[in-house]
T-cell receptor, first 114, second 115 residues
Framework: AQSVTQPDIHITVSEGASLELRCNYS??????LFWYVQSPGQGLQLLLK??????LVQGIKGFEAEFKRSQSSFNLRKPSVHWSDAAEYFC????????????FGTGTRLTVIP | DTGVSQDPRHKITKRGQNVTFRCDPI?????LYWYRQTLGQGPEFLTY????????KSRLLSDRFSAERPKGSFSTLEIQRTEQGDSAMYLC?????????????FGSGTRLTVV
């Protein structure tokens, strides 16, 4: 089965600083990749997705992600973090090619300090 | 369109009891998914319906778990003889036909605590 790995369990950044959350994917053809955000006690909200085409993907809330095949990565970035961005972030991909279900990484918890 | 609704939001039950959760998908979404999320982990796929047909089940869905979607609208997830290891957030998602993973919308989840 195909998978994703999020190496960072917890990241702390200052408000206004830039952010990069890492996601690495396992082998496979050009993968479908997703980033979701989860606020405490809430469900998941889709930030952005990559299917094909332009490797730099723009999402909601000022987030973007770049697909890099050479590095098997799909890192999430934001140039200036707001206190409201504090949440858990999950990278995901289909469990296998053609699957209708997603395999999620273990998540990265983002803390924003004033 | 009020999004994906899940009921209850929280459930505390004693070990050995049966529990049932409900998910109401976005209207006219014919695909419905159940995931389980334990503390500190990402969601894990449990099962998937297209209309009333249950098309896929994860090995995580033990014999104590059963899911139904009798009329192709709302779905229920029942856990029999609950165990402490069943404590988790149970998430439901839905999507329109033809969009698959692109059109996933998640509900806010049901948090189950087994004591």
């Amino acid at each position: 089965a195909q998978s994703v790995t999020q190496p960072d369990i917890h990241i702390t950044v200052s408000e206004g600083a830039s952010l990069e959350l890492r996601c690495n994917y396992s082998y496979g053809a050009t993968p479908y990749l997703f980033w979701y955000v989860q606020s405490p006690g809430q469900g998941l909200q889709l930030l952005l997705k990559y299917f094909s085409g332009d490797t730099l993907v723009q999402g909601i809330k000022g987030f973007e992600a770049e697909f890099k095949r050479s590095q098997s990565s799909f890192n999430l970035r934001k140039p200036s973090v707001h206190w409201s961005d504090a949440a858990e972030y999950f990278c995901a991909r289909p469990h296998q090619t053609g699957a209708n279900n997603l395999f999620f990484g273990t998540g990265t918890r983002l803390t924003v300090i004033p | 369109d009020t999004g994906v609704s899940q009921d209850p939001r929280h459930k505390i039950t004693k070990r050995g009891q049966n529990v049932t959760f409900r998910c109401d998908p976005i209207s006219e979404h014919n695909r419905l998914y159940w995931y389980r999320q334990t503390l500190g982990q990402g969601p894990e796929f449990l099962t998937y319906f297209q209309n009333e047909a249950q098309l896929e089940k994860s090995r995580l869905l033990s014999d104590r778990f059963s899911a139904e979607r009798p009329k192709g609208s709302f779905s229920t997830l029942e856990i029999q003889r609950t165990e402490q290891g069943d404590s988790a957030m149970y998430l439901c998602a839905s999507s329109p036909s033809g969009t698959g993973l692109r059109g996933y919308t998640f509900g806010s989840g049901t948090r189950l605590t087994v004591v």
